[in-house]
T-cell receptor
Framework: GEDVEQSLFLSVREGDSSVINCTYT??????LYWYKQEPGAGLQLLTYIFSNMDMKQDQRLTVLLNKKDKHLSLRIADTQTGDSAIYFCAESMYGGSQGNLIFGKGTKLSVKP | GAGVSQSPSNKVTEKGKDVELRCDPI?????LYWYRQSLGQGLEFLIY????????KSGLPSDRFSAERTGGSVSTLTIQRTQQEDSAVYLCATRTGNTGELFFGEGSRLTVL
């Protein structure tokens, strides 16, 4: 069945880079997403990547996709205390408004000043 | 409204009681999802509505859980004879047809005593 795995915790110092890793099992996944959840709030989309891409960069965020190994990573450059949150990886076979997204358990990022 | 609205934001109930959780989606979003977020368990898919199609109920954990979506808009998640293990945050999300991004509400926190 479909499964998405993430490490549960990551702690970094302010100004360092953070790398959050994710593995998924469904090779037919077409869309891969990173969501951010701040305390007491719902999830917000950070970025996404299509499976025919290897990398996507968006300001301080870099997403790397290794489709062969089914491995997705999110790198946050110059991590700030405001980046402290839970980060969820998610996969979907479909874009648009079709089908379901399968989420990992989330990685709690703690940024120390 | 501008975003996904959920009510109540907090609900405390006694074991064995029924509860209803409401989701007001973003206007025009045809796809609506319910997820459950328990401590340390990430997001668990419950049910998905897409337009007039039959809903995907494959994630509902037991027959005590049901959901409906009236007129393709507001959705209600009902939990009958609540149990303590039902305690969680119930998140509603709607989906756009472009990137496939999910827009989440802030959730309804359910506590079953």
């Amino acid at each position: 069945g479909e499964d998405v795995e993430q490490s549960l915790f990551l702690s970094v110092r302010e100004g360092d880079s953070s790398v959050i890793n994710c593995t998924y099992t469904d090779s037919s996944s077409t869309y891969l997403y990173w969501y951010k959840q701040e305390p007491g709030a719902g999830l917000q989309l950070l970025t996404y990547i299509f499976s025919n891409m290897d990398m996507k960069q968006d300001q301080r965020l870099t997403v790397l996709l290794n489709k062969k190994d089914k491995h997705l990573s999110l790198r946050i450059a110059d991590t700030q205390t405001g980046d402290s949150a839970i980060y969820f990886c998610a996969e979907s076979m479909y874009g648009g408004s079709q089908g379901n997204l399968i989420f990992g358990k989330g990685t709690k990022l703690s940024v120390k000043p | 409204g501008a975003g996904v609205s959920q009510s109540p934001s907090n609900k405390v109930t006694e074991k064995g009681k029924d509860v209803e959780l409401r989701c007001d989606p973003i206007s025009g979003h045809t796809a609506l999802y319910w997820y459950r977020q328990s401590l340390g368990q990430g997001l668990e898919f419950l049910i998905y509505f897409q337009g007039n199609s039959a809903p995907d109920k494959s994630g509902l954990p037991s027959d005590r859980f049901s959901a409906e979506r009236t007129g393709g808009s507001v959705s209600t998640l009902t939990i009958q004879r609540t149990q303590q293990e039902d305690s969680a945050v119930y998140l509603c999300a709607t989906r756009t047809g472009n990137t496939g991004e999910l827009f989440f509400g802030e959730g309804s926190r359910l506590t079953v005593l």
